[in-house]
């Protein structure tokens, strides 16, 4: 059977070798680096005990240096396998999700004219080159020394230049190539009246494409009018050349990406020139397109964590932003995205230039996670001075995270926006403080709220750690929430402010959010994480043995549940921030301030936790009228005393 022009070259570019091969071998642990893609192991052709089997997995190659046996991903599964070449097309095809195509034919004449065009496409390449030597290339040449490309470095690039009168159909026709085949490679176009063929690129110099095997595809025209409305041109899609499933640069690329360097992305021709030029060998560019689908997926083939280097204009952030929503639903763990933002108004080729290769080295090294840039899109010169403002940023985030499909890294996008949020809307600031810090010192990271010893001990005091009873109330909560769908939308942004502490909830409640409004949510939650870690979660006793759990499909009983859960989880954990907060605060100087925010934390720890029939003999009243327990109003009792007599935990050397 044969099979359709670039079919092969899809299915190879899909497919990690690393991981086909991983199926088969223990990989050296000590001779790899899965980073780069360096992969060694004990051969599996024949036996040998030193890991001898080498895999490329950036080139898609595997050679044993002890037998010499050598191939792609297609051919190890022949020999691995035992099966004819379909057959092992058929199953990484079927591993890759892509559909093989039905018996073609003509597919030999097809791959023939392909061929054909790539000559075709060579000899325009080499024309051009010459004509950069002509007196007719004068200004482009002189244009390219402006922008600091060296005669190398022009030849190094394959850079050319067509004529303003073109000039390239004329040879290649002289040349004996048939004129139809000119126009397929994308080379020359007919008129639109009168008939007759003409040079699609005229006055332009030229960028020649090639794709990862190192083929000429295509070119790229930049106009050497400043007043032309197209400055830069590409050819037309050809049976070769395809602009959403091409980068520039890609061999070349790869090849240094394997040997280490990092992947960037720049926007055009000479970005990617001069960064290769200055060291950035690993540096490739869309074709005059936002960047696809399918080429975000060639870059995660070349590296994990591809850096965007946009230009610093208006056009670069909004490709930098569309970018965003095209990589959310394709996201993996350890496969994303980090941003460098240009300085505003500056490429990456400009850079370079005005301020040097280790400018463009710092800010790679200060690329920022995918996440950081979708907040930065969503709250960017934007007031939230109302609860609608912020009601609406968070459904616009919540619909974002939405858009990710692994549950996990799901959880992991919630909990960092979750942060950033904490980080805006937060009432609480550091307290200006003077004199020397503390011994334990307050915690400067904003993405932490780490609980000092001295809080930590009072807190414990009053009864405050109590982690355990938090995660049963969690527990219920979760399994409330599943078992009642009816009800469970009334509650997603209770349950999107939930702090889960233990990561299996924090799992099943980014799944909840994601499925919230589904007819059947612990079916669609077990099609993310299977029936185990339900089953889990609703078998636990103090779970099974909750009115909402033993009287399912009431959904009355549910809603009560759940408002009194979250009440008294949301009222234990602020009582524990306040303490926190006031402990941190302490300088030995009594604060009436510290002493109010513990009576109100107090306060609403005694209303959440009212209806649990618990004995009333083991509850005093606090000063102002709220019930407490008598641990707890004990243990307050004397945290109060150190306040007001200065001896609080807080200070200096403490």
Same mark, same amino acid.
């Given at each position: 059977?044969?099979?359709? &022009?670039? $079919? %092969?070259?899809? %299915?190879?570019?899909r497919l990690s070798l690393g991981q086909v091969v991983g199926r088969k071998v223990m990989w050296d642990t000590r001779k790899s680096n899965q980073g780069k893609g360096d992969l060694w192991a004990p051969c599996p052709f024949h036996q040998e005990k030193s890991a001898s089997f080498h895999v490329d997995d950036r080139k898609g190659f595997y050679y044993c240096f002890g037998c010499h046996a050598k191939g792609d991903a297609i051919s190890f599964v022949r020999e691995t396998e035992n099966v004819d070449f379909m057959e092992a097309v058929k199953i990484l095809a079927a591993e890759a999700g892509? &559909?093989?195509?039905?018996?073609? &034919? *003509?597919? *030999?004449?097809?791959?023939? +004219?392909? =061929?054909?065009?790539v000559d075709v496409m060579e000899q325009a390449v080499q024309w051009h080159r010459l004509q950069l030597q002509t007196a007719v290339a004068a200004d482009a040449r002189d244009y390219l020394a402006r922008r600091g490309l060296s005669v190398k470095a022009q030849e190094r690039w394959e850079i050319g230049f067509a004529p303003a009168n073109g000039g390239a159909l004329a040879h290649l026709v002289g040349k004996g190539v048939d004129p139809k085949l000119v126009v397929a490679a994308g080379i020359a176009a007919e008129k639109d009246y009168g008939g007759g063929l003409y040079d699609r690129f005229r006055g332009r110099i030229m960028f020649p494409i090639r794709d990862a095997r190192g083929r000429a595809i295509g070119f790229g025209g930049r106009a050497m009018d400043p007043n032309h409305p197209a400055k830069y041109y590409n050819s037309p899609e050809t049976p070769l050349f395809d602009k959403g499933r091409s980068l520039y640069n890609h061999g070349p690329a790869r090849e240094s990406a394997g040997k280490g360097k990092p992947l960037v992305v720049a926007e055009g021709y000479m970005?990617? #020139?001069?960064?290769s030029e200055a060291g950035f060998t690993a540096t490739v560019a869309p074709l005059g397109t936002a960047i696809t689908e399918d080429q975000l997926r060639m870059l995660w083939r070349i590296a994990d964590e591809p850096v965007i280097a946009l230009d610093g204009d208006t056009a670069g952030l909004r490709a930098a932003m569309r970018l965003i929503d095209i990589a959310l639903p394709l996201l993996e763990a350890g496969k994303s995205l980090r941003f460098a933002l240009m300085p505003a108004g500056l490429d990456p080729d400009d850079l370079i230039k005005s301020q040097g290769a280790d400018a463009m080295q710092k800010l790679l090294d200060a690329a920022i996670p995918l996440v950081q840039l979708l907040w930065r899109r969503e709250t960017e010169g934007k007031v939230f001075d109302s609860p609608e403002r912020k009601a609406a940023l968070d459904k616009a985030l919540r619909e974002k #995270?939405?858009? #990710?499909a692994d549950p996990s890294l799901r959880g992991h996008y919630g909990e960092a926006i979750k942060q950033m949020r904490w980080a805006l809307f937060s009432a609480r600031k550091p307290a200006q403080r003077k004199g020397p810090a503390r011994a334990w010192g307050r915690n400067q990271d904003p993405w932490r709220r780490d609980v000092s010893p001295v809080a930590t001990s009072k807190m414990s005091a009053l009864g405050l750690g109590a982690a355990d009873e938090n995660h049963l109330r969690e527990a219920v909560i979760l399994a409330t929430l599943i078992t009642a769908p009816q009800v469970a939308?009334? $509650?997603?942004? +209770? %349950?999107?402010?939930?702090?889960?502490?233990? &990561? +299996?909830?924090?799992? #099943? *409640? =980014?799944?909840?959010l994601h499925h919230l409004g589904a007819a059947d949510l612990w079916a669609a939650i077990a099609a993310d994480l299977g029936d185990g870690p339900l089953e889990k979660l609703i078998n636990q006793n103090h779970v099974s043995i909750s009115p909402a759990i033993r009287r399912r499909g009431d959904a009355?009983?549910?809603?009560?549940?759940?408002?009194?859960? $979250?009440?008294?989880?949301?009222?234990?954990?602020?009582?524990?921030? /306040?303490?926190?907060?006031?402990?941190?605060?302490?300088?030995?100087? +009594?604060? /009436?301030?510290?002493?109010?925010?513990?009576?109100?934390?107090?306060?609403?720890?005694?209303?959440?936790?009212?209806?649990?029939?618990?004995? *009333?003999? /083991?509850?005093? %009243?606090?000063?102002n009228g709220t019930r407490m327990k008598r641990e707890e109003r004990n243990a307050l009792d004397q945290l109060l005393d150190q306040i007001l007599s200065g001896k609080g935990g807080g200070g200096a050397g403490t």
């Amino acid at each position: 059977m044969s099979l359709p &022009p670039g $079919f %092969l070259d899809e %299915l190879r570019n899909r497919l990690s070798l690393g991981q086909v091969v991983g199926r088969k071998v223990m990989w050296d642990t000590r001779k790899s680096n899965q980073g780069k893609g360096d992969l060694w192991a004990p051969c599996p052709f024949h036996q040998e005990k030193s890991a001898s089997f080498h895999v490329d997995d950036r080139k898609g190659f595997y050679y044993c240096f002890g037998c010499h046996a050598k191939g792609d991903a297609i051919s190890f599964v022949r020999e691995t396998e035992n099966v004819d070449f379909m057959e092992a097309v058929k199953i990484l095809a079927a591993e890759a999700g892509m &559909p093989v195509p039905e018996r073609d &034919p *003509q597919a *030999q004449q097809k791959a023939d +004219a392909r =061929a054909a065009l790539v000559d075709v496409m060579e000899q325009a390449v080499q024309w051009h080159r010459l004509q950069l030597q002509t007196a007719v290339a004068a200004d482009a040449r002189d244009y390219l020394a402006r922008r600091g490309l060296s005669v190398k470095a022009q030849e190094r690039w394959e850079i050319g230049f067509a004529p303003a009168n073109g000039g390239a159909l004329a040879h290649l026709v002289g040349k004996g190539v048939d004129p139809k085949l000119v126009v397929a490679a994308g080379i020359a176009a007919e008129k639109d009246y009168g008939g007759g063929l003409y040079d699609r690129f005229r006055g332009r110099i030229m960028f020649p494409i090639r794709d990862a095997r190192g083929r000429a595809i295509g070119f790229g025209g930049r106009a050497m009018d400043p007043n032309h409305p197209a400055k830069y041109y590409n050819s037309p899609e050809t049976p070769l050349f395809d602009k959403g499933r091409s980068l520039y640069n890609h061999g070349p690329a790869r090849e240094s990406a394997g040997k280490g360097k990092p992947l960037v992305v720049a926007e055009g021709y000479m970005d990617v #020139i001069a960064l290769s030029e200055a060291g950035f060998t690993a540096t490739v560019a869309p074709l005059g397109t936002a960047i696809t689908e399918d080429q975000l997926r060639m870059l995660w083939r070349i590296a994990d964590e591809p850096v965007i280097a946009l230009d610093g204009d208006t056009a670069g952030l909004r490709a930098a932003m569309r970018l965003i929503d095209i990589a959310l639903p394709l996201l993996e763990a350890g496969k994303s995205l980090r941003f460098a933002l240009m300085p505003a108004g500056l490429d990456p080729d400009d850079l370079i230039k005005s301020q040097g290769a280790d400018a463009m080295q710092k800010l790679l090294d200060a690329a920022i996670p995918l996440v950081q840039l979708l907040w930065r899109r969503e709250t960017e010169g934007k007031v939230f001075d109302s609860p609608e403002r912020k009601a609406a940023l968070d459904k616009a985030l919540r619909e974002k #995270i939405k858009l #990710i499909a692994d549950p996990s890294l799901r959880g992991h996008y919630g909990e960092a926006i979750k942060q950033m949020r904490w980080a805006l809307f937060s009432a609480r600031k550091p307290a200006q403080r003077k004199g020397p810090a503390r011994a334990w010192g307050r915690n400067q990271d904003p993405w932490r709220r780490d609980v000092s010893p001295v809080a930590t001990s009072k807190m414990s005091a009053l009864g405050l750690g109590a982690a355990d009873e938090n995660h049963l109330r969690e527990a219920v909560i979760l399994a409330t929430l599943i078992t009642a769908p009816q009800v469970a939308l009334e $509650f997603e942004t +209770a %349950l999107e402010q939930l702090e889960s502490r233990d &990561p +299996a909830h924090r799992t #099943i *409640q =980014a799944s909840l959010l994601h499925h919230l409004g589904a007819a059947d949510l612990w079916a669609a939650i077990a099609a993310d994480l299977g029936d185990g870690p339900l089953e889990k979660l609703i078998n636990q006793n103090h779970v099974s043995i909750s009115p909402a759990i033993r009287r399912r499909g009431d959904a009355d009983v549910a809603r009560m549940c759940l408002a009194e859960e $979250f009440a008294k989880l949301a009222a234990r954990r602020g009582y524990a921030r /306040e303490i926190e907060d006031a402990v941190e605060d302490l300088n030995g100087v +009594a604060d /009436e301030g510290v002493t109010w925010r513990l009576a109100q934390a107090s306060a609403a720890v005694d209303r959440a936790g009212r209806g649990n029939n618990e004995d *009333q003999a /083991e509850y005093d %009243l606090a000063d102002n009228g709220t019930r407490m327990k008598r641990e707890e109003r004990n243990a307050l009792d004397q945290l109060l005393d150190q306040i007001l007599s200065g001896k609080g935990g807080g200070g200096a050397g403490t």
